[in-house]
């Protein structure tokens, strides 16, 4: 049996309309943990602007905008890989290819609570999960996406609250490592 693809999910909790630095820094920083964990990134509703119209042309703007991640190169990578994708605001749920969709929160309903060694149980045994993780204070809150969600993560397990760009790089790097005992 093949193992599950993790993806990173990003979903945007900053500004729907004007693409900013946030966005920019946060796609660069999430694809060099993509690339290291064996994971695909996927952005959710990010105000791109029209010309850039496929992930290699998003993949090569920012790129040619950041010193994060070999200036650009990881990202660049997933994007000839076909591992960085692009999505608009989910409209009815996620798109089926990621699998489970699994919520990253510091307060998960205990009815769809999961921890890293269920989701590295669940890869193993060749279903996909994507880890959305919302973008900014705000987060997911009040965003309509966490009854999307058919599973809560807690990654610390205490419910402590990470800053986005730490929390996106610690949650991959937790299922791995039970991916690999």
Request: glycine share 10%.
């Given at each position: 049996?093949?193992?599950?693809?993790?993806?990173?999910?990003?979903?945007?909790?900053?500004?729907?309309?004007?693409?900013?630095?946030a966005?920019?820094?946060?796609?660069?920083?999430?694809?060099?943990?993509?690339?290291?964990?064996?994971?695909?990134?996927?952005?959710?509703?990010?105000?791109?602007?029209?010309?850039?119209?496929?992930?290699?042309?998003?993949?090569?703007?920012?790129?040619?905008?950041?010193?994060?991640?070999?200036?650009g190169?990881?990202?660049?990578?997933?994007?000839?890989?076909?591992?960085?994708?692009?999505?608009?605001?989910?409209?009815?749920g996620?798109?089926?290819?990621?699998?489970?969709?699994?919520?990253t929160?510091?307060?998960?309903?205990?009815?769809?609570?999961?921890?890293?060694?269920?989701?590295?149980?669940?890869?193993?045994?060749?279903?996909?999960?994507?880890?959305v993780?919302?973008?900014?204070?705000?987060?997911?809150?009040?965003?309509?996406?966490?009854?999307?969600?058919?599973?809560?993560?807690?990654?610390?397990?205490?419910?402590?609250?990470?800053?986005?760009?730490?929390?996106?790089?610690?949650?991959?790097?937790?299922?791995?490592?039970?991916?690999?005992?």
């Open positions: 049996m093949s193992r599950g693809r993790m993806t990173i999910g990003l979903y945007n909790s900053y500004d729907p309309v004007k693409f900013a630095e966005h920019r820094r946060v796609i660069a920083r999430a694809a060099p943990v993509a690339l290291a964990f064996d994971a695909n990134l996927a952005t959710f509703g990010f105000p791109y602007e029209k010309e850039l119209r496929t992930p290699a042309d998003i993949a090569a703007w920012v790129s040619g905008t950041t010193s994060i991640g070999e200036e190169r990881y990202l660049r990578e997933l994007a000839d890989a076909g591992r960085f994708l692009a999505f608009e605001f989910p409209k009815r996620f798109p089926p290819q990621f699998g489970e969709v699994v919520i929160t510091n307060q998960p309903d205990a009815k769809k609570r999961v921890d890293a060694p269920s989701l590295a149980k669940l890869l193993r045994g060749g279903t996909s999960v994507l880890l993780f919302g973008l900014g204070s705000h987060g997911l809150e009040d965003r309509g996406i966490l009854p999307l969600g058919r599973y809560e993560f807690d990654l610390t397990e205490k419910g402590i609250m990470l800053e986005t760009a730490t929390a996106i790089g610690a949650a991959p790097a937790i299922i791995a490592a039970h991916l690999r005992s």
